[in-house]
């Protein structure tokens, strides 16, 4: 067998092991909240800076605007955000916070503290966080420059 074929040789194997790893330690939180990982992940962006186009919340999240827009229909319908034609440029949607939306802020402002200490490892530690954020910043960087060329 090839040595670069084996699974614990693939930088996509552990990058999948931990991503899915990682949503699964939110989930217990996310439920209590009612919403799923892409949502908060939504909500995370709209409490940083509410009112906010389509295309910035997708660029922000590194999604196309077609992924990103079913899963703003669903939160609009569950009374988490609205989307309005822009009134400067009617093309353009703007999603904003309803006030439930608002409020689902405090309620997980503990989520990220508590998930960060079920991940905590020998290696993974406060001090280690933003080399390991700076890391794979520069690699998504990386990966989507090479994907828009």
């Not at 090839?2 to 699964?24: D, G």
């Not at 949607?93 to 939306?101: C, D, M, P, R």
Request: proline fraction near 5%; hydrophobic fraction near 40%.
């Amino acid at each position: 067998m090839h040595e670069q074929l084996k699974l614990e040789n693939q930088l996509c194997f552990r990058l999948y092991a931990a991503s899915r790893l990682v949503m699964q330690a939110y989930h217990p939180y996310l439920s209590e909240l009612g919403i799923t990982y892409p949502q908060y992940l939504v909500l995370l962006v709209l409490w940083e800076q509410d009112a906010q186009p389509v295309n910035d919340l997708a660029r922000r999240l590194h999604l196309e605007t077609n992924t990103v827009t079913p899963l703003l229909q669903r939160m609009e319908k569950e009374g988490l955000v609205t989307r309005k034609r822009g009134k400067e440029d009617g093309r353009q949607v703007i999603v904003s916070l309803t006030a439930s939306g608002r409020e689902m802020e405090d309620r997980a402002a503990a989520i990220p503290a508590a998930v960060g200490s079920r991940a905590a490892c020998s290696r993974l530690t406060p001090a280690s966080v933003p080399e390991l954020f700076a890391t794979l910043d520069d690699l998504i960087a990386t990966l989507e420059d090479q994907a828009a060329e």
